[in-house]
């Protein structure tokens, strides 16, 4: 998001301070039974083993302890984290679950339509990565394009891991839980991380509705995975952070009716030049939630002309 020399100084400055993972939030209601409306992940083929229970779309399972999905109930493979772990699958919920090979729903897929059971086929099996709850009247974006507007959140967002010279679509709440942490420390008072928040989701909307980005390779990308737009790190989610992104997801930045493209870098005198009500201070996000401010008023103070609303 900021130019390359100021978000190396961002980076530096903010960079080592987030290292621990925490479980993710949306698995505290997973008990490791295979209920009515649930999609099961099954260790063992034939659904058999521990297993992994599911409400929703999970586009990135993670790889390690205690911040992986893993399998809870009794049996083989019980708190083995399920990234490239499961053979077979059951799906009790009432819509039609896609299972694919990449994180960020990408890559070769399988679907498994309501009530069905059954293995993972061979390219899938103990390669699984992510899964998404699909409907008819949502169908996941395809190609360069996304369903985001003004007025409406992006369900995905393209991702280039520059190190893994790929491209991921990601589930764009996982993509914001996912890239906080990295930007705004963790510890931080939770009005400076809802700020934070804010200006995250807003600046990967805001590129999420272009797409005009091309790899080397020539695949189309909204934001890089690192200080050239924002750092995303699979799997980083922390418990603070999510929770401010959860407090504030019904909420948008607009400025004359558009979605505003919040900028951010680590002090008012970093930014340098570029203050000029487009871009925030992180660590003045911090002193001022500390001195009582509300995250409203911190956006407020950085971004000139902006509508804080629904």
Request: proline share 5%; with cysteine; net charge positive.
């Amino acid at each position: 998001m900021l130019s390359r020399p100021v978000r190396l100084i961002t980076a530096m400055a903010l960079g080592g301070t987030v290292l621990a993972t925490a479980a993710p939030a949306s698995a505290t209601n997973r008990n490791g039974v295979c209920e009515p409306g649930e999609f099961c992940y099954y260790f063992n083929s034939n659904n058999q083993g521990s297993v992994s229970d599911f409400t929703g779309s999970v586009g990135d399972y993670a790889t390690k302890q205690p911040s992986c999905y893993d399998f809870k109930g009794p049996g083989n493979g019980k708190g083995k984290c399920i990234k490239n772990a499961a053979a077979s699958v059951w799906n009790r919920s009432s819509k039609t679950v896609r299972v694919f090979f990449n994180s960020g729903h990408t890559g070769t897929h399988q679907d498994f339509a309501a009530g069905a059971r059954g293995n993972l086929n061979p390219t899938l099996k103990n390669q699984n990565a992510s899964h998404r709850f699909l409907t008819s009247s949502t169908p996941p974006p395809s190609g360069c394009k996304t369903d985001g507007t003004d007025t409406r959140l992006p369900t995905t967002i393209l991702v280039y891991r520059k190190s893994l010279n790929r491209v991921e679509r990601v589930d764009f709440k996982t993509y914001v839980k996912n890239v906080l942490p990295n930007e705004w420390v963790s510890s931080w008072p939770k009005e400076s991380l809802k700020a934070g928040a804010l200006a995250v989701k807003n600046f990967g909307w805001y590129w999420a509705m272009r797409s005009n980005r091309k790899t080397p390779g020539g695949q189309c990308f909204d934001v890089y995975d690192h200080t050239s737009s924002q750092v995303y790190k699979p799997g980083s989610a922390r418990a603070s952070t999510s929770a401010a992104v959860d407090a504030t997801w019904g909420i948008r930045l607009t400025r004359g009716g558009k979605i505003f493209k919040a900028q951010y870098c680590a002090t008012s005198k970093r930014c340098g030049k570029w203050v000029d009500g487009d871009w925030m201070s992180q660590r003045g996000s911090r002193d001022q939630a500390r001195a009582g401010w509300s995250y409203a008023r911190i956006l407020r103070h950085y971004y000139t002309g902006i509508v804080i609303g629904s």
